[in-house]
């Protein structure tokens, strides 16, 4: 798992965020959490997965990037929602990796 270097983070994380990305970064567990990848094969915008899953073997082999990260399935619709409004606001289109720079 990659963790974008500046990641988009819900609201409901917005005071423990530090302390989370920490954790993430050390390979703790951390229960409900859910995080916003780039997609992994070629198709699709971003997508997101529970952080229990990104911890599995078969997950790891993929080397997900994960550009933001939520409190539940429902904040992490609407931080997927609010990267592509502005990934196509101020481009004018969905290359969300470019975007981020990533690519």
């Known amino acids: 798992m990659i963790l974008y270097e500046n ?5 409901c994380l917005q005071q423990n965020k530090d302390k989370v990305i920490r954790k993430m970064k050390k390979g703790k567990v951390i229960l409900r959490l859910f995080c916003v990848t780039l997609p ?16 599995q073997t078969w997950m790891k082999s993929q080397n997900p990037i994960v ?3 939520a409190k539940d399935r429902q904040e992490a619709f609407l931080l ?6 502005e990934v196509y ?14 690519q």
């Open 67 to 69: 550009i933001g990260i």
């Open 7 to 11: 990641p988009y983070i819900g609201d």
């Open 40 to 55: 992994l094969g070629s198709h699709g915008l971003l997508e997101i997965y529970p952080y229990y899953e990104l911890q």
């Open 80 to 85: 997927v929602q609010g990267i592509i409004g």
């Open 89 to 102: 606001q101020k481009t004018g289109g969905f290359q969300i990796a470019e975007y981020l720079g990533l």
